[in-house]
């Protein structure tokens, strides 16, 4: 059980970030903590009293952080067995202070967080994956999560994995961390229309038994690295499906990297397909100019609506006669989010292995351009 008093570590200097303090004489409790802490990736001090300011080990029976990053002011999350509560009270108020306890009938716990000003109060084992998912956000230094973009196609062949490919290049190439996911297993993959199904990394497969907690630094390291970008894609073996809880785990990891994450969705919604909608922003509807492509997109927007709420048409053309792209958003009770361009020398692009997007001056890369300038505005700020 966790419950939530007030929350937010405070930086530390230079934005740097250290692992947790540790303040505890239980020795019981220690192993827990000490195992949570090595499932969230981080390397902890370990104080039985309250800690230097400075962050001397004087005290301590741990260490892994370098002296200016400890203490119990400046680091970023602090960790106080219920036991050391009382050799703590009198410390510097701070935020990012969570207590920790056993006992759930204990009502005085309430109390002694108050009188050290924790946070949180937090009882094992019930709080356990809440505090290594705390643990893991405190050392990675998580900020802004990535704007979160996913592009379903109305139809089968209306580009949206095309379009996908394209927004990634585009951020990367405006040297924003940038992240392309393909939630397509029978698309025959993004890694192939970004020319590299043979880069070096891992793929879908890979991440099937992920529970809990993945790393997002570990993430983005072990993925291909294609045009500036990572990418997620599906290998060549007999694997078309993760468990949800797989997708929502790598999903929720890509997002704490920042920067922005475009998936390719899939027109049918499973369980992984709805994880993966639960987490984005902006959801772009690609929809041919065509009356049969707009009753099929009909369909798709009512099942994506269901999860998520920001979902917009980008229609492609050419038109049909009486169609034009504000027709067909109004058609499909949709914002518009734009034209998106018919760009001639795509397919020799693709013949040369150069993904959607490449050329800077394109009309592809500027509508995608000008989607992320407003997108930017649209969520109060830069990735």
Do not use: K
Request: with cysteine.
């Amino acid at each position: 059980m966790a419950v939530n008093i007030t929350h937010d570590p405070p930086p530390t200097a230079g934005g740097r970030r250290g692992g947790p303090v540790i303040v505890t004489e239980d020795t019981e409790l220690l192993d827990d903590l000490l195992r949570l802490c090595a499932a969230a990736g981080a390397t902890p001090e370990v104080h039985h009293s309250l800690p230097a300011v400075s962050g001397a080990s004087a005290g301590g029976t741990g260490g892994g952080t370098s002296g200016h990053l400890g203490g119990w002011e400046a680091a970023p999350l602090v960790i106080v067995g219920d036991d050391a509560a009382r050799r703590v009270r009198g410390a510097v108020r701070r935020r990012g202070v969570v207590l920790v306890g056993r006992d759930q009938d204990d009502s005085g716990v309430w109390r002694r967080a108050v009188e050290i000003g924790a946070d949180h109060v937090l009882m094992l084992p019930d709080g356990e994956q809440w505090l290594v998912d705390r643990i893991a956000d405190v050392t990675e230094g998580v900020g802004r999560p990535a704007l979160t973009v996913g592009v379903i196609g109305g139809r089968g062949g209306a580009g949206a994995s095309t379009l996908a490919c394209a927004l990634a290049v585009t951020s990367a190439r405006e040297g924003i961390r940038s992240l392309l996911v393909d939630a397509d297993p029978l698309g025959g993959g993004l890694d192939v229309l970004l020319g590299g199904e043979t880069a070096d990394g891992l793929r879908w497969p890979a991440f099937a038994a992920s529970r809990g907690r993945v790393g997002g630094g570990a993430l983005e390291e072990s993925l291909p690295e294609l045009h500036a970008l990572r990418v997620l894609s599906w290998d060549r073996g007999d694997c078309v499906a993760v468990p949800a809880q797989a997708v929502r785990a790598v999903l929720a990891a890509a997002r704490r990297r920042g920067g922005t994450v475009v998936v390719d969705l899939p027109r049918r919604i499973d369980d992984g397909v709805a994880e993966v909608l639960a987490q984005l922003d902006v959801g772009l509807l690609v929809v041919p100019a065509e009356l049969r492509a707009v009753a099929a997109a009909g369909r798709v927007a009512t099942a994506v609506g269901m999860v998520l709420r920001d979902l917009r048409v980008a229609v492609r053309g050419p038109y049909a006669s009486g169609l034009d792209d504000r027709e067909v958003a109004r058609l499909l009770g949709l914002p518009l989010a734009g034209e998106v361009p018919v760009e001639s020398g795509l397919l020799r692009a693709a013949e040369s292995r150069r993904p959607p997007g490449t050329s800077a001056r394109g009309p592809l890369a500027r509508f995608c351009r000008e989607f992320w300038d407003r997108a930017l505005v649209e969520t109060g700020g830069a990735v």
